[in-house]
């Protein structure tokens, strides 16, 4: 099946042609976004492979189907960038990639953790020029504090595994009970009270309407004074802005952040030739008590490989008519 895939980096291209080998789909592989823009390069492509910071609404949804596309498939887990209704209503069926390594994302939220948390990324740039100075880098012990985890599903509760490894107790917010995060002895609790409590807050449920900016001016004003947020599920949970003015206050104690809301005009490229008109970004990477990767942390070998062969299983699932497994509901 021809498949345009849109966003594609030189990692991408070289691991879904190989897990594409057996199955030898026709990949036309894009490097810009998709938008209204670009979709026309897709045209004649039944299938349209997607990343997350591809815009896949209504409008490029039309402009798809008129095309010829009949499947979008995203390489990712969230599908907050893809409009589920509009695509059923055109025909166009919407997959993504439910089961790839958790591990990769829970690992890399507990490494930003240390790293904000004990000045780790700070530190090495020290080192490198030649400054041995402790001074600014003090820390605190993980070991007995409180740890809020928003979103107990398979990121969340191996995230809360590994923290309660490091001797951590731990608070939940979710709108489902999970019975492993409960069997390490998790809580759940309302979010004012996991806010109030937690000294390290995590962020692990999806973008929808109802989590929206589910960290804002207000809850931040009832977070325990000093905590640390950090933030690997999606750039629109939390209000920025609110965010920056928590830092400024010392509400907040530290920062760490692998999403951002605006993040579609700026990651996964490199702008250090340019000059970035986004001021809020900008404020973040100053702040000494922040840390921002940029959408990284589903970045390992094993998730990625899992994803490109899922993604290709999807394509020759849909091309053969059978039932698709990783179907997203409109
Ligand atoms: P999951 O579906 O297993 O878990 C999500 C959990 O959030 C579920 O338990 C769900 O009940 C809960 N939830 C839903 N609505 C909620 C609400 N209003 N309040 C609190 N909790 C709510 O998903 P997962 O595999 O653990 O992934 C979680 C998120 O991580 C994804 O949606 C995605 O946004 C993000 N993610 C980020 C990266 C990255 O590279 N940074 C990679 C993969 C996934």
Known sequence: ??????????????????????????LVFIQDRL?????????????????VNDSVDADVLARLSAQGTRIVAT??????????????K???AVVRVTDYSPHSVA????????????????????????????????????????VGVVGTGKIGVIFARILHGFGCSLLGHDVDANAHFEALGGQYVGMPELMATS?????????????????NA???AGVKRGAVLVNTSRGGLVDTDAAVQALKSGQLGGLAIDVYEQEASLFFQDLSSTIITDDVIQRLVSFPNVIVTGHQAFFTVEAISQIMATTVESLSDFEAGRPLRNRIPA
Not at 43 to 49: D, E, K, N
Request: aromatic residues 6%; charged residues 20%; neutral net charge.
């Open 1 to 26: 099946m021809r498949t345009a895939v849109f966003s594609a980096r030189r990692y991408d291209q070289s691991l879904l042609t190989q897990a594409n080998a057996p199955a030898g789909h026709e």
């Open 35 to 51: 938008t209204a823009e670009t979709a026309r390069m897709a045209a004649g492509c039944a299938a349209v492979c997607v990343f």
């Open 75 to 88: 390489r990712s887990t969230g599908y907050n960038h893809i409009d589920a209704a509009a695509a059923a």
């Open 90 to 92: 055109l025909g166009i």
């Open 107 to 146: 690992e890399f939220a507990v490494g930003l953790l240390l790293a904000v948390n004990r000045k780790i990324a700070r530190a090495s740039m020290r080192t490198r020029e030649g400054n041995f100075e402790l001074e600014g880098l003090m820390g605190f012990d993980l070991h007995g504090k409180t």
């Open 199 to 215: 000294d390290v807050v995590s962020l692990h449920c999806p973008l929808f309407d109802s989590t929206h900016h589910i960290v």
């Open 218 to 220: 207000q809850s931040l």
